[in-house]
């Protein structure tokens, strides 16, 4: 039972490098997200994509690109990273249908941008 | 304004006390609710769904007010095993649709 699986776990990162974080679900899910938790400031969206083919901006998109890449596979780009983009990201994965459905997380990757 | 916002607390109860938490969201359309509980170095994890009419699981009881835009979570007869953080959740609706949005989350310790 893999559920939503984040690659890599950690990673750290000059100024300036590139890197992408993967995502993959194995739920069948239409909707994927990324979030970013900093200390005190709970989950902020990044982007989601409500259904394979389509992404959309959340509260904090700048300085990242998504690609949805299948139905399972959701990935998070940082072109050029900034110490400011040091924070724990999740993934997360949403089923098909219907209102009240659970959202399920991957284990988070901790990026530290030096 | 934040879509979504919650006293963060901290809340510090003995255990078998009851304790609340509120959360007010900006969006009239939003369509469903939740409450998720963050472990430290955790990811979140669903609670409970708010329905409309209030819901009650075991020792927790949501209730959500609509014309008020607000939704609260009671924890009644707290264990040591409830601390955690517990972050509200609101699902948009409208063009927005299919789109999550968690509260900064409020932080809660129960000590003997």
């Known amino acids: 039972n893999a559920g939503v699986t984040q690659t890599p776990k950690f990673q750290v990162l000059k100024t300036g490098q590139s890197m992408t974080l993967q995502c993959a679900q194995d739920?069948?899910?239409?909707?994927m997200y990324w979030y970013r938790q900093d200390p005190g400031m709970g989950l902020r969206l990044i982007y989601y994509?409500?259904?394979?083919?389509?992404?959309d901006k959340g509260e904090v998109p700048n300085g990242y690109n998504v690609s949805r890449l299948n139905k399972r596979e959701f990935s998070l780009r940082l072109e050029s990273a900034a110490p400011s983009q040091t924070s724990v990201y999740f993934c997360?994965?949403?089923?098909?249908?219907?209102?009240?459905?659970?959202?399920?997380f991957g284990q988070g990757t901790r990026l530290t941008v030096v | 304004r934040k879509e979504v916002e919650q006293d963060p607390g901290p809340f510090n109860v003995p255990e078998g006390a009851t304790v609340a938490f509120n959360c007010t969201y900006s969006?009239?359309?939003?369509?469903?609710f939740f409450w998720y509980r963050q472990d430290c170095r955790k990811e979140p994890k669903l609670l409970m769904s708010?329905?409309?009419s209030g819901n009650e699981d075991g020792r927790f009881t949501a209730q959500l007010n609509r014309a008020s835009q607000y939704i609260s979570l009671l924890i009644r007869d707290s264990k040591l095993s409830d601390s955690a953080t517990y972050l509200c959740?609101?699902?948009?609706?409208?063009?927005?649709?299919?789109?999550?949005?968690f509260g900064q989350g409020t932080i809660l310790t129960v000590h003997p």
């Open positions: 739920m069948n899910h239409n909707s």
């Open positions: 994509s409500a259904s394979e083919g389509t992404t």
């Open positions: 997360a994965s949403r089923a098909p249908r219907g209102e009240n459905t659970e959202a399920f």
């Open positions: 959740v609101v699902n948009a609706g409208g063009t927005s649709y299919g789109k999550l949005t």
């Open positions: 969006n009239s359309a939003s369509q469903s």
């Open positions: 708010v329905y409309s």
